[in-house]
């Protein structure tokens, strides 16, 4: 019973944009989002945005993790994980942390990966 509590709590903060929905217009949220519909704006959020088969989005996105299995045009500004699916289509500039990329996806455009801040080195002593 506290599980299946658990998993309602988790998929109630998910935003759905379904197939058959265009949005013109920015979006910004602290939850995930799962898009399937038509975006032309911007998308900012502090979890998880996964663009579905269907989906089709033009701007920027600003998240912490994202799976891409439909179309992307623009930016995206992932600060952990980007996981480009088999069929995927990316244009654009990618600026993440690590990326996956299946075989089948595209990707045309520049990905930048920020190395890690170096650790000082120890002073010696003496």
Avoid: H, Y
């Amino acid at each position: 019973m506290a599980r299946e509590q658990e998993q309602q709590l988790a998929t109630s903060n998910i935003n759905r944009i379904c197939q058959g929905t265009e949005i013109i217009g920015n979006i910004k949220t602290s939850g995930d989002i799962r898009l399937d519909g038509v975006l032309e704006g911007n998308i900012v959020s502090t979890g998880k945005i996964v663009i579905g088969n269907a989906g089709k989005t033009k701007g920027e996105i600003n998240c912490r993790t994202a799976d891409i299995f439909g179309f992307v045009d623009g930016l995206l500004d992932v600060s952990e994980i980007v996981s480009l699916k088999s069929s995927a289509t990316v244009k654009g500039t990618i600026t993440t942390a690590k990326i996956s990329i299946e075989a089948g996806a595209v990707f045309n455009g520049t990905c930048t990966m920020p190395e890690p801040p170096k650790s000082p080195a120890p002073q010696k002593k003496g």
